[in-house]
């Protein structure tokens, strides 16, 4: 009987299982399969053998290595700040009564609103043209500075736009999410708070913080995973020579070796892939060590 | 310390913009005794918790004065009045160990009144052996039963020794053993620490069995204050006959003529001093003497034993319920053989009402006051 019953669950199973062997399990295994073949020929599909020499091109080819560190710069900044400004609207969204559901819907626009359509407006704000030197820089030479390139000029220029870009774009989910975790809070523990005196500080550190930690935390996870995984906000700003831009990122390193000109080898971009993996996972362990001590789960 | 309630009204601005508002607690004036257990009685929606969150300062009145000894505190802020709640689910903060949640007042405190680590858990383990809990100062609050989350609650009002401790229907999430336990609890806790406390609640029983005064209120007023035994025995008005005592009082249509109160065609009782008209009769259940010779006669309809008294359910057409529940002592071990059951009344357990207002019609020699 029960052996009968295992057959039928099976069965059940079959269609979700097929669906996810077919396009999660096969492609990973793949991936790492590919990442050790070493000088596998596309169009044969041949190699001449296993070993790790595709890790080490990866990790000696400079254009990897500066989408690395454009990577772990763009994480770096973008996810705490991008993090604490949503926190910083939610509670003044949390706060006001008028309005309110104006403000939450403005400030939920950028979540809807298509990432090339955004990249023109960052565009206009920011690229020189023959015509004009971009919104921001008629500011920036209004109050006297000078104006920068921030589309083709130094470095930082364009880190600070892509950074920029960003965050702007992934505030608005951050915002909504820690909108609603603010609102669920009993309103009992404040007043508790309040009758024993507690200033507005300490009940923000000492209760809406742990209270709200879980989604923090979830934030800060998705963060973390989604920025490591930026290609098409890059894109969207500087075009699709990123390494000739410098702004190329781990991810669309991976494209570039696939399908960009200097495409074809899937190798490579199998080896960097598992190496964007490899980081995300340490990074996510970390994470994940250290909510252990700081996030509060009801 | 005493609280003096002078004149406090409550009104909620309406939710659409238009109209009155909701009047929640209307021209309430009392005097809390210093040291008393006060309890704040009445069905829900009649205002007693919007009264207890002024009093605390979650609320601003809309009219009225609150003071706290000599002081008066009603533009006070609920941060600067020192008082001790404990909430209804009790507010417990679940991030934190039961210690951290008692300690957590203390930690507000500033400048002078600031304490050492050792001075807080000091005070903490002294509330913790007041309420009995030290055993459980570790655990988070969800792993704690439903009376000890109340302890660790009362604990937490308690620590920072307020001048005055304000307790929401403090028994209401409890099993009906815990609550008489509780109930006991607290009691012992506010002699011991002898800290002026209102506590509010609708059910009439807790109320008379711990507190010092009761205060019936209904639809935001106050309708009758005082000793427990006294607004039992001598209710100002039906109301309050009706919402206290279990099993509540039977309450009749009767008539008055020449000072013999009769309910349909029984003459029950000599009223002296009543005018003759219609009246509303409330009888308490134990103001039934089961007596053949009695004058009042209901139909029976049946009899339950509860060991030390014995509860007699008969109909009787003038009465407002279906029923009418009489309580005698089984000892006398009464014979119950027809269909109809005898009463004699007892004087002093039985109330006259006006019927339009239900103000209490006093009688005989009672001494009514109020």
């Known amino acids: 009987m029960i052996e009968k019953n295992n057959i039928k669950a099976w069965l059940y199973l079959l269609p979700a299982l097929a669906f996810m062997l077919l396009f999660l399990v096969y492609p990973l295994v793949d991936v790492f399969i590919y990442s050790v073949e070493e000088g596998y020929n596309f169009v044969s599909q041949r190699s001449s053998g296993l070993g790790l020499y595709n890790f080490s091109y990866v990790l000696h080819d400079t254009y990897f290595l500066q989408a ?231 | 310390m005493k609280v003096v309630l002078d004149g406090l009204t409550k009104i909620f601005p309406p939710r659409t913009g238009k109209g009155d508002g909701v009047t929640a607690v209307k021209d309430f004036t009392f005097v809390v005794p210093d040291g008393t257990l006060v309890a704040l009685l009445g069905p829900s929606g009649c205002g007693k918790s919007t009264m207890l969150n002024m009093i605390c300062g979650l609320e601003k009145p809309t009219k009225g004065t609150i003071s706290f000894g000599n002081d008066d505190v009603t533009e006070l802020p609920s941060e600067l009045r020192g008082v001790g709640m404990v909430f209804q689910n009790y507010a417990l903060y679940p991030h934190m160990t039961v210690y951290d949640n008692i300690i957590f007042p203390l930690g507000n405190l500033k400048g002078k009144d600031k304490l050492t680590k050792e001075q807080m858990k000091e005070r903490a383990d002294k509330v913790a052996s007041l309420v009995q809990i030290e055993q459980l100062m570790a655990r988070k609050p969800r792993e704690l039963s439903g009376g000890q989350q109340q302890r660790v609650a009362i604990a937490r009002a308690l620590v920072k020794t307020p001048r005055l401790l304000l307790m929401d229907e403090p028994l209401s999430n409890l099993d009906a053993r815990l609550r008489l336990q509780t109930r006991e609890e607290i009691r012992r806790i506010q002699r011991e620490t002898g800290v002026t406390t209102i506590f509010v609640t609708h059910d009439q029983e807790e109320a008379m069995s711990i507190s010092d005064i009761i205060v019936v209120m209904k639809d935001g007023e106050l ?70 010779e009695g004058s009042f006669h209901c139909a029976l309809d049946r009899i339950e034993v509860m060991g030390r008294d014995i509860s007699i359910v008969s109909r009787n057409e003038a009465c407002e319920a279906p029923v009418v529940r009489s309580i005698v002592e089984s000892g006398d071990r009464p014979e119950f053989g027809s269909d109809m059951v005898s009463f004699r009344l007892k004087p002093n357990k039985v109330h006259l009402f006006e019927p339009e207002t239900g103000e209490r019609i006093p009688f005989g020699k009672i001494k009514v006051k109020y």
């Open chain 2, 223 to 292: 309708h009758q204050s005082g000793k427990p035994q006294e607004v039992y025995d001598d209710p100002k008005n039906l109301f309050v006959a009706k919402f206290l005592g279990t099993p509540a009082i039977n309450v009749f249509s009767g008539k008055v003529e020449n000072e013999m109160l009769s309910i349909g065609n029984d003459k029950v009782l000599e009223v002296k001093g009543v005018r003759d008209g219609d009246v509303v009769v409330g009888i308490r259940p134990e103001g039934f003497v089961f007596d053949n």
């Open chain 1, 68 to 298: 690395v560190k454009n990577t772990f710069i763009m994480v770096i900044i973008t996810v705490p700040i991008s993090t604490g400004f949503a926190l910083l609207i939610a509670l003044a969204l949390n706060s006001i009564r008028k309005l309110r559901e104006l403000f939450q819907t403005i400030y939920f626009l950028p979540y809807v609103t298509n990432t090339l359509a955004v990249g023109l407006v960052f565009m206009v704000l920011f690229k020189k043209t023959a015509y004009s030197d971009g919104l921001v820089n008629l500011l920036i030479t209004f109050f006297g500075g000078e104006s920068v390139d921030f589309i083709d000029g130094p470095y930082w220029a364009k880190m600070f736009v892509m950074c920029f870009y960003i965050i702007w774009v992934v505030l608005p989910f951050k915002v909504l999410l820690l909108t609603s975790a603010l609102a669920s809070v009993d309103k009992m523990y404040y007043n508790a708070a309040k009758v024993d005196g507690t200033g507005s500080f300490r009940v923000f550190v000492r209760i809406t913080l742990p209270m709200i930690s879980p989604t923090i935390f979830y934030l800060v996870i998705t963060g973390f995973i989604g920025a490591f995984k930026e290609y098409s906000d890059a894109v969207a700003l500087f075009g699709t020579d990123l390494n000739a831009a410098g702004m190329n990122t781990i991810v669309g390193y991976v494209y570039d070796m696939l399908y960009g000109d200097s495409g074809g080898y899937p190798s490579f971009a199998s080896a960097a892939a598992i190496v964007l993996f490899v980081i995300v996972l340490t990074i996510t362990c970390i994470n994940l060590l250290v909510s252990k001590e700081h996030v509060y789960y009801a």
